[in-house]
């Protein structure tokens, strides 16, 4: 039984990074209205994300940490559109691979910890700490080395997490997010709408340059919606291609989506600029395949040309709106 939890917590737990999502989505679903992460040595040696959500009782506790437990509606469609993880499969596998501490409080309760080292399952005991849920996530891979040996430097796995961090940021503008990665501050946003969430991240991706040159995209084709933000000509040293891409409030490093992009600046932009965008695409479940492997969530257009045409008529036309 252990054995076969630790292979699939490698499958669903590749790195830091996955550990920090899942937690935060896990936030997220709990309805948080804060949600603050640290991380320590990449998230190797500490994750510690807590949020002010519903908090679970000790019986949810101990529910919580077994495998294919989950709490969340399975009705397909409510899934796709409400919640971001639904197959109870994260904290087991965290639990699996690392030193796994749940302190949690739902509202008008007690609080509650529950520890997992390696799979094992400890006692829960009360404890004292504010409503919501705070997962604390100790030597990830200890039980797991050969996962372990597998990582990059504490300063790419760092990275990779904050990304993780920034994306789910800027898909819940209405929660307030706080990112600490070895005692520094890296993000620290309050509750705020979506443009000024928006902003707030992408002027990290363009060197600061972001706020005037954000273009407004907004666009209508076949039911499916494309609304956002588009870094045009005056961002001149965009960092690295910051291009955040959510469907249905998920999240998501979609190849249509990105080579879209890509196309349309390339159409209206002269060559070297990098693509730094906010977009958002609201897709009729129906027109939507998620698909589901235990190491990601994967998510398929019924009708990726419709989607393409989309992007860039939609995202052309914002940038040409900047450039004239
Ligand atoms: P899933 O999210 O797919 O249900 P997880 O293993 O991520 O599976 O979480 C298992 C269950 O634990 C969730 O369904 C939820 O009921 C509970 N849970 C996890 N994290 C939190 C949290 N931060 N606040 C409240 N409940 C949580
Ligand atoms: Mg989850």
């Known amino acids: ?155 790419v796995e760092a990275g990779h997490a904050e990304l993780a961090v920034r994306r789910l940021a800027l898909s819940a503008p209405e929660i307030a997010f706080r990112l600490e990665i070895d005692d520094r501050l890296v993000l620290d946003l309050p509750r705020q709408d979506r443009a000024t969430r928006v902003s707030a991240l992408l002027a990290d991706e363009a060197g600061g340059a972001a706020p005037n040159g954000l273009l407004p995209v907004e666009g209508l084709r076949d039911g499916i919606g494309l609304s956002g933000f588009a870094c045009g000509p005056a961002v001149h040293r965009a960092t690295v291609g910051g291009q955040f891409l959510v469907v249905n409030n998920r999240p998501v490093a979609d190849p249509v989506l990105r080579t879209a992009v890509r196309v349309a600046y390339r159409q209206v932009l002269e060559q070297g600029r990098h693509a730094v965008v906010a977009l958002f695409l609201d897709v009729p479940p129906d027109r939507l395949d998620v698909n589901v492997h235990p190491a990601k969530t994967e998510l398929r257009f019924a009708d990726p040309a419709a989607v393409r045409a989309l992007v860039i008529g939609t995202l052309g036309r914002g940038l040409a709106g900047g450039a004239g």
Not at 31 to 44: D, E, F, H, K, Y
Request: charged residues 25%; proline residues 5%.
């Open 1 to 155: 039984e252990h054995v076969v939890n630790r292979i699939a917590a490698g499958e669903v737990i590749e790195r830091p990074a996955a550990a920090v999502k899942e937690l935060v989505e896990n936030s997220i679903d709990a309805g948080a209205r804060r949600i603050q992460v640290s991380l320590a040595a990449g998230g190797v040696a500490r994750i510690d994300v807590s949020d002010d959500g519903v908090g679970m009782s000790p019986d949810e506790l101990a529910l919580a940490v077994q495998r294919h437990c989950t709490s969340k509606l399975t009705d397909e469609t409510l899934v796709q559109v409400a919640t971001l993880g639904f197959r109870g499969e994260a904290l087991p596998s965290i639990g699996a691979a690392a030193r796994l501490c749940i302190s949690s409080r739902p509202k008008g309760g007690e609080a509650w910890r529950l520890r997992v080292e390696g799979g094992l399952v400890r006692q829960a005991e009360p404890c004292s700490g504010p409503y919501g849920t705070q997962v604390l996530v100790e030597d990830l891979f200890f039980a797991t080395p050969a996962r372990r040996k597998f990582l990059k430097s504490a300063r």
